[in-house]
């Protein structure tokens, strides 16, 4: 069985990076997308970005000059990266396997809280 | 980006009651290769977003057919035919039609 678990910290200060470990069971990252999609206090999910199966990458133009994805494939993990993070990127962070139909798997989440 | 509209933005109903969401978008959704990638998908509380429906009508595997979706090219809509409790939650449109890749606004079922 597939399963996605996202890891790191919950409490991020203002103009820090916030880093988030993907790790995959079941299935091989280099096969397929697998992306970060974050949920805002409410309702409001935003797509982040993805990385492929060849490592190539796609992000979503809103967050360009901030973010990263990589992956270490020895390990079946991927990374985000978000760089000079505001109290607005407070959010709940989700891993998740992109098919050619959609997002297929996700991990629990993580939240994320800026603040100082 | 494609702005996807979603309402109501909270349904309330009853065990039982059919209810409809609808989500609307601001370009069509139909690619050029004549797929429309519009899904429906259902964070219960507590829990991770699970897919319902892809390709605006086809059920994931699992998903109960009390479930069906509809709709073409800007207008969409999600259908439960006879809620059941474990259908509450927040319900998302998202579309790839388009880059960037957006969701809905979010519908909440609230069971009363």
């Known amino acids: 069985e597939v399963q996605l678990q996202e890891s790191g910290p919950g409490l991020v200060k203002p103009s820090q990076s916030l880093s988030l470990t993907c790790s995959v069971t079941?299935?091989?990252?280099?096969?397929?997308?697998w992306g970060w999609i974050r949920k805002f206090p409410g309702n409001k999910m935003e797509w982040m970005g993805y990385?492929?199966?060849?490592?190539?990458?796609s992000y979503n133009p809103s967050l360009k000059s901030r973010i990263s994805i990589t992956r270490d494939t020895s390990k079946n993990q991927f990374f985000l990266q978000l760089n000079s993070v505001t109290t607005e990127d407070t959010a709940t962070y989700y891993c998740?396997?992109?098919?050619?139909?959609?997002?297929?798997?996700w991990g629990q989440g993580v939240m994320v809280t800026v603040s100082s | 980006d494609v702005v996807l509209t979603q309402t109501p933005p909270t349904l309330l109903a009853t065990i039982g009651q059919s209810v409809s969401i609808s989500c609307r978008s601001s370009?069509?959704?139909?690619?050029?290769?004549?797929?429309?990638?519009l899904n429906w998908l259902l964070q219960r509380t507590g829990q991770s977003p699970q897919p319902l429906i892809y390709?605006?009508?086809k059920l994931e595997s699992g998903v109960p057919n009390r479930f069906s979706g509809s709709g073409s090219g800007t207008d969409f809509t999600l259908k439960i035919s006879g809620v059941e409790a474990e259908d509450l939650g927040v319900y998302y449109c998202?579309?790839?039609?388009?880059?960037?890749?957006?969701f809905g606004s979010g519908t909440k079922l609230e069971i009363k």
């Open positions: 998740a396997r992109k098919q050619r139909l959609g997002f297929d798997y």
């Open positions: 079941g299935y091989s990252i280099t096969s397929n997308y």
């Open positions: 990385i492929s199966y060849s490592g190539s990458t």
């Open positions: 370009q069509s959704l139909l690619h050029s290769n004549g797929n429309t990638y």
């Open positions: 390709l605006v009508s």
């Open positions: 998202m579309q790839f039609t388009h880059y960037p890749l957006t």
